[in-house]
């Protein structure tokens, strides 16, 4: 019996008020929508690059360095300036930027840094030109890790960037790593 006043009330056309809202900020966002319209800014949108300067949460390296404009080259030059902050790696660590090392760029710069990767493969690779060899070319074993660092996060001439593959860190790591390989430390 108890049952059937349950299902009797519970399926009637009483129509409920939910009362009043506590919290109203809680209960109704003022925030816009990623990709909607802003009327707070002149040109209306919503999803905003971060203030030229800052750092964003969690970057451990930061480097403000911009990406060169077409034809120029000023920032590549000036990149020379930026000191790899990892000046040395324990085994631990090294494994770790070997590994990173040989997924991102082996492909096409060889497990031994020679230029010879699965890409080139002695000129029968898909490849059209040989990469570079970062081992026994002195106008690689000579660039300073800042320039390095700036090719790995924007890409230089047929090389693309990496950011979106390699945080920071990252690239500092596999920087580290091609240094120790040439034989000239972490800077």
Partial sequence: MAAL???VVGCSDVKRTPGTVYMPDMAYSRAYETYSSNPLFADGRTNREPVAGTVKRGETYPVHIEMDAVGDTANYYASRSLVNPIDSLDEKGMKEAE????????????????????LWKDGDGPYPSKPATLVGDAKYENMPSGQMFYSITYGKNLMGSYASQLTPQQRWEVIT???TKQGKGAN
């Fill in 99 to 118: 590994r990173l090392y040989l997924i991102n760029c082996g492909i096409c710069h060889g497990a031994k840094l020679d230029g010879n990767g699965p």
């Fill in 5 to 7: 006043m349950m299902a």
């Fill in 177 to 179: 790593y091609i240094k």
